[in-house]
């Protein structure tokens, strides 16, 4: 893995033609006279193996994790996995773990279900936009207690095709499915949208279990933090990069607005790129969002969920920071 900044602008990988076309579709919005480029999309932020391993090292990061609130995450749901297993029910189960990573998070919800019921079957699909995570994933479960890991074309898939899959799944002795949606994911998606395609892809015995930060009305206290996180900008750096721009001609920045935290990068010097016949004009000041992590209201979330969901329970940390959602049709 790329680890220095400097080792990033030799190595600096080549304009990205999903990247730049998304920049073209997208157009910019001006705010004074600063160009504002919005590219905030999860699925550019995983295009190469250096990108994806970027995020899992910081994902690995005990401070991460606590700025997060995802050691609050792995908790609530621990000390709530006997009534999420009730809710589940008994027999053999697929877990479909949706935006993987490296399996890690699963893995722990797995093991604990393992010592709760030793004899419940569990089959393991991972599903990530990424394929390098999926990789990983199915590395990490490779060693754990499961009867099979469910390798095909779709596990490499956004979440819009999941109408498509869990059909495929239901076969044999496994007809339930537990959907985990871990790590705020949620948090980068517009919420009605991704919580209307996992319910559409579910049946009435499945539960699908959400991990989400909640604001707790200290954001401002996390944007700093996010501010000076070399990790987080060495993870997102790889956007700007993609599209021509050196990792010493943008600063990586954060900002709490609009119910959400945006990160950043803000054009140091003028900068025109052509690619594909197209030309974009940077000006110094110019920014370029890359990234998006809505903290929803609690009342908020519980009416997005039970929007689209007929019973749900929502689990709220002691420090109000996170939620755990359990849910069914």
Excluded at 29 to 44: C, F, P, R, Y
Aim: charged share 30%; hydrophobic share 40%; with cysteine.
């Amino acid at each position: 893995m790329i680890k220095s900044s400097e080792n990033k602008v030799q190595d600096q990988p080549k304009i990205n033609d999903l990247i730049f076309k998304e920049l073209i579709k997208r157009g910019y919005a001006l705010e004074g006279n600063t160009h504002v480029w919005n590219i905030a999309d999860s699925k550019l932020w995983y295009l190469t193996p250096e990108q994806s391993q970027g995020y899992l090292d910081l994902d690995a990061d005990q401070e991460y994790k606590q700025e997060t609130g995802q050691l609050q995450a792995e908790n609530l749901i621990t000390e709530n996995l006997a009534e999420i297993l009730e809710k589940i029910g008994d027999g053999p189960i697929n877990i479909i773990d949706l935006g993987c990573g490296d399996g890690k998070k699963a893995a722990v919800i797995v093991q604990n279900i393992k010592e709760i019921n030793p004899y419940m079957k569990v089959r393991y699909c991972p599903i990530d936009i990424s394929g390098y995570m999926v990789e990983k994933a199915i590395e990490t479960f490779s060693n754990l207690d499961v009867e099979e890991i469910i390798e095909f074309q779709y596990n490499i898939s956004d979440f819009e095709n999941l109408e498509n899959i869990t059909p495929l799944l239901r076969k044999g002795e496994f007809k339930k499915n537990l959907f985990l949606l871990l790590g705020n994911t949620l948090g980068n998606f517009e919420a009605n949208e991704l919580l209307y395609e996992i319910r559409s892809a579910m049946g009435f015995d499945d539960l699908f279990l959400v991990d989400i930060a909640i604001n707790d009305q200290k954001q401002e206290e996390r944007v700093e933090a996010y501010r000076k996180s070399k990790k987080f900008n060495d993870f997102l750096v790889y956007i700007p990069m993609q599209i021509g721009l050196s990792p010493d001609e943008v600063e990586w920045g954060a900002r709490w607005r609009n119910s959400r935290i945006e990160f950043y990068y803000t054009v140091k010097k003028d900068k025109q790129i052509n690619f594909q016949g197209r030309r974009i004009i940077f000006n110094k000041g110019d920014q370029i969002i890359v990234a998006i992590a809505y903290k929803h209201d609690k009342e908020a979330l519980m009416t997005y969920l039970k929007l689209h969901f007929g019973d749900v329970i929502l689990k709220i940390s002691k420090d109000q920071s996170k939620a755990v959602g359990i849910c069914k049709k």
